[in-house]
């Protein structure tokens, strides 16, 4: 996706994630709660759960350092 973000100095980031919930159809599904976790030592998801709004929509960070 255009949207991804490669991080190449991980010594210090903190990059913004987008995360979308949607139905089929592609409507977005509000008030969806999401956990996400990474599964390296690359860094860690803050916070690690969001809630969609009401389009669908919820937003976190890779951070590192």
Same mark, same amino acid.
């Given at each position: 996706?255009?949207?991804?973000v490669v991080v190449g100095d991980t010594s210090n980031y903190n990059t913004p994630l987008f995360v979308t919930?949607? +139905?089929? /159809? $592609?409507?977005?599904?509000?008030? @969806?709660?999401?956990?996400?976790?990474?599964?390296?030592?690359?860094?860690?998801?803050?916070?690690?759960?969001?809630?969609?709004? +009401?389009? /669908? $929509?919820?937003?976190?960070?890779? @951070?590192?350092?």
């Amino acid at each position: 996706p255009a949207d991804v973000v490669v991080v190449g100095d991980t010594s210090n980031y903190n990059t913004p994630l987008f995360v979308t919930a949607a +139905a089929v /159809g $592609n409507a977005g599904l509000p008030n @969806v709660p999401i956990d996400l976790s990474i599964l390296t030592s690359f860094g860690t998801i803050s916070p690690s759960t969001c809630t969609t709004d +009401a389009n /669908g $929509n919820c937003h976190v960070f890779l @951070v590192g350092g």
